[in-house]
């Protein structure tokens, strides 16, 4: 011990003597350097030993997860929370190297969502993980200024100007964008392939910018770059999502304090949205704020520019990306059943026919108008059927506020995140059936008409007091690009199919690697219709 102590203490004398030997500027950074380094390393070991690192659970799902072995089984993680969920006997499973109980228990849900909603907020841990992106976004708070938000949008969403508006959005950009795009793809005598993903980011984007904020940045042209905002606005959200997955968040908070790796290219994605979201606001400010867009109707009751930032950033996740995956997922399964397409062009012909479509538009074609949208059962059990088995949100996670015990006896200790699981449940023979693996429009319809599942069996859109307010609206406009493209044209997936998926990280569904497709023209019997006026 003693010759330790003196070989310790030599060391010293000889590291204080290479010091006096430097630059006194040196000796400073020097001393700084260690110090620093040693405060870090300390702060990872205390925070390590408070959060029960990984290495501290060894039972299988927790070991499975922390080295990544389900990925010789599973291509997705979602695929195999999917197949821990459908073994477990309460269709509850605990991964305590993320401190996560997961669900897919329609009761435990509803308990959720509705039976004990005070309880589970989205609470402080999640808001941390997407403060820098979110902000203090309606997605992304609790409480009073939570209720403020949603109040006032699902004021105006409800409103039959705005939907009038936003039904003129989505037409003109069908009529002038999309549509021409497609014939475009299949004419001239070349093959072409699109990324259907990209096409539908495009074609959301743009609705969603003139819808909210009166603004078009013509991103469906596929000639010009996506916009800067867009580009921007994807990197932070797959490196936001990649914080919820780490085992141990101390390890993201250290790399954005020290402005590393992937915080680093967050925190330059999320300038660059601040300030593309700051030219938004400051134009409608220039307009005078007076449009028919949301942006400008929220301009009436709130001052903040941060605020109405938060606002922009959260209509932008809410009204693009879950539309445009939503849309892709639909066309990806649509490709690999014809049938489903057929039955689709079928409803569509009687119904406009059935209510007087004798209006035309400039190509001959029979036009069908938002009412008439709204009267095809089939397409919205087709469209809602595609959520269930690739929901544009799989799953969503909350913070229990204190401690309980969930409906299948599962304990839950303050703090713990609590997940339910939407992408696990449209795979429960539980919960839909034996066939719960098949696209079954039918399954949503009793005598012809389409009738919905309780929003705890099928919580795409949420459930309770967080159901989604902007549903309506995006079911319009999946609805209407369902219905033009399937009559006009044929899109048949290449490479890729709906049975075996690939999804990349994100705060939402996305194919890993886009989906091409081969579009083909229908004859001029069957063309598109004219989207809605």
């Not at 040196?26 to 205390?46: E, G, H, N, R, Y």
């Not at 259907?196 to 940045?217: E, K, N, T, Y």
């Not at 539309?323 to 892709?328: D, E, K, P, Q, R």
């Not at 649509?334 to 209006?359: N, Q, T, Y």
Request: proline share 6%; hydrophobic share 45%.
């Amino acid at each position: 011990m003693q010759r330790m102590g003196a070989d310790a203490a030599a060391a010293l004398r000889a590291l204080a003597s290479s010091l006096l030997r430097l630059p006194q500027p040196q000796v400073v950074a020097a001393v700084f350097f260690a110090s620093a380094a040693c405060t870090v390393a300390l702060a990872v070991l205390l925070a390590s030993l408070r959060l029960r690192p990984p290495w501290w659970c060894a039972c299988p799902v927790c070991e499975a997860y922390v080295t990544a072995s389900w990925a010789g089984e599973f291509d997705n993680l979602c695929d195999w929370y999917a197949h821990l969920l459908r073994r477990a006997p309460g269709r509850t499973v605990h991964v305590h190297v993320l401190g996560n109980v997961l669900t897919a228990n329609p009761p435990t849900v509803d308990h959720i969502l509705r039976g004990r909603f005070d309880n589970y907020p989205k609470g402080a841990p999640f808001s941390a993980i997407l403060a820098d992106f979110l902000g203090r976004g309606i997605f992304n708070v609790d409480g009073d200024s939570w209720r403020f938000q949603r109040k006032l949008a699902a004021a105006e969403l409800a409103s039959p100007a705005l939907r009038c508006f936003a039904a003129g959005v989505v037409a003109s950009e069908l009529r002038c964008r999309l549509i021409p795009l497609l014939h475009s793809a299949c004419s001239g005598g070349v093959e072409k392939l699109l990324d259907l993903q990209d096409v539908f980011r495009r074609f959301a984007f743009d609705c969603i910018c003139r819808i909210s904020f009166g603004l078009d940045p013509g991103c469906l042209e596929l000639s010009l770059p996506m916009s800067a905002f867009a580009d921007a606005f994807d990197t932070a959200s797959t490196l936001s999502a990649r914080r919820a997955a780490a085992p141990v968040h101390v390890l993201w908070k250290l790399k954005r304090l020290l402005n590393v790796g992937e915080e680093r290219e967050l925190r330059r994605a999320i300038r660059l949205v601040d300030a593309l979201a700051a030219e938004v606001i400051r134009q409608r400010r220039k307009l005078a704020a007076s449009g028919d867009d949301l942006l400008s109707r929220f301009m009436g009751s709130i001052n903040d520019d941060k605020y109405l930032r938060d606002i922009v950033v959260s209509f932008m996740l809410a009204g693009r990306d879950t539309v445009a995956s939503g849309l892709t997922a639909f066309f990806l399964l649509l490709s690999d059943h014809p049938d489903v397409a057929d039955a689709i062009r079928d409803e569509v012909s009687r119904v406009v026919a059935a209510g007087g479509g004798h209006e035309h538009d400039g190509g001959g074609h029979p036009a069908a108008s938002e009412r008439l949208i709204k009267d095809m059962h089939y397409v919205h059990a087709a469209l809602y059927e595609s959520m269930r088995l690739f929901p544009p949100v799989q799953f969503d996670s909350k913070f229990a506020a204190g401690d309980d015990t969930l409906p299948d006896g599962t304990f839950v200790a303050r703090g713990t995140r609590v997940t339910y699981h939407a992408y696990a449940m449209g795979r429960m023979e539980s919960v839909w059936g034996p066939d719960c693996a098949e696209f079954r429009p039918e399954r949503w319809l009793r005598d012809g008409r389409f009738v919905p599942e309780s929003p705890y069996r099928y919580p795409v859109f949420q459930g309770g007091v967080r159901v989604c307010v902007g549903k309506e609206l995006a079911i319009m406009e999946m609805k209407s690009v369902i219905v033009s493209v399937v009559q006009g044209f044929d899109i048949e997936a290449v490479g890729r199919s709906s049975r075996r998926p690939k999804f990349a990280p994100g705060l939402t569904a996305t194919f890993a690697g886009g989906v091409p497709v081969r579009v083909r023209r229908r004859a001029r019997g069957s063309a598109a219709l004219r989207p809605p006026r």
